[in-house]
């Protein structure tokens, strides 16, 4: 291994931007495309998954020393599904309508590569310290994502944000951002401008 | 939980120690997660079954006019086809508990997936007083307005329950028993009329059994 490894701030840095899960690594795909059609179910995601993200970070961190590297990600997966399964049945309890709404997508946060890919890169080789700070700061990073995935999507689509009218009734509301195409359309664009304003800004260190 | 105790190729178990000592963190972990989702599931698991329910039982008066929530009694019937089902006898909240008529969930196949919706009875069964989608997941933009009481259910109200619906094709006639179909979700819209037919169809009878029973 290198003989640097990410401090706890350096961890919590790169997961917002730097090393966005959605813009800069691509993980989490299904629920960035299937439940950004609004704000209220992508902010619930998004709340469900950064529990379930540091909850299993933390754990893994706690037990690093006593895991075979064969057995790894088998103790990974079962903590993971673990805490999936507690978030699916608290939202089924207390947000029973946005639960309904997200339907199979709340149980399939367990394939969320995102999550498992923490519990490789750190958690399971660093402290829980450092492991906390990396799972908040790629929860925040999701969360962003998800939010500005949905927010065009919700504000052009149905001209509201959370539900409240934004736009005038006049709006005609663009479809096809809300149905499932739309999710394609608005990753493609905004990966596109992430990507573009990430050349530039390397563009000009190296010019400076 | 096997696949665990088997080694990884590269390594021999004689190297690693035993199978159990290989394992045990897997098998301990097990049992303590599954520990803890009994322990959430008991919990939750109520109140989860205790949402749907207040979701049916919510909307009662709005499926039957003068229905109080406090008022409704469940009772299972078997359909003409012999399936059970849990309908809902819902009375008004006065001195005599007047009784005004039923509930009827039921489902079946939509455009996408199952569509569940309530249906509003009169007393003995013979109008339709409302419908409510609880669940579906049809085409957003287009299919799911068959959750808009203003633009699809409302239209359902103040049907005959003795005869079929049939979805329009173009201007509704006069007949009374023809319903618009959502544009864009013809299938949708069919699908919702044949899901209310069929439950119909195999409830009414049972419902008015039961209604001459306990009155």
Known sequence: MATHEPTAAERFIQGILPENPVY???LGMCPTLAVTGAMEPAMTMAGATAFVLISANVMISLIRRLLKPHLRILVFTL???????????????????????????????????????????????QGTFVAICDGVGMSIG???????????????????????????VSWPGWGILVLPPGAFLMLGLLLGIAEWIGQRRNEKKQGA | MHAAKEPAMSETPEKQGGHISQAWLVILLAVLYGGALAGVQTTLGPIIEKNKKDETLGKVPQLVKGAAVGETVEIQLAGVDGSLQMVYRVCADDADKTHQGWVLPAGGKGFADRIEVLIGLNADASVITGLYVLDQKETPGLGDYITDQKR???QFSGRSADRPLTI?????????????????????????????????????EPIRREAATTR
Not at chain 1, 105 to 121: A, Q
Not at chain 1, 147 to 167: D, N, Y
């Open chain 2, 168 to 204: 329009a094709k173009g201007d509704p006639a006069g007949d009374g028993n023809q319903i618009r179909p959502l544009t864009g979700a013809t299938i949708s819209s069919k699908s919702v009329a044949d899901i209310v037919n069929s439950a119909i169809a195999n409830f009414q």
């Open chain 1, 24 to 26: 800069r690594q691509l």
């Open chain 2, 152 to 154: 699809f259910l409302d």
């Open chain 1, 79 to 125: 903590t993971i599904a673990t805490f999936v399964t507690i978030a699916d049945r608290v939202l089924a309890a207390y947000l029973y309508q946005i639960s309904k709404q997200l339907g199979p997508y709340v149980p399939l946060i367990i394939v969320n590569c995102l999550i498992i890919s923490r519990c490789e890169i750190c958690s399971s080789k």
């Open chain 1, 142 to 168: 999701f969360a962003l994502a998800l939010g500005s995935i949905a927010t065009v999507r919700e504000i052009l689509g149905s001209g509201t944000w959370f539900g409240l009218p934004l736009l005038p």
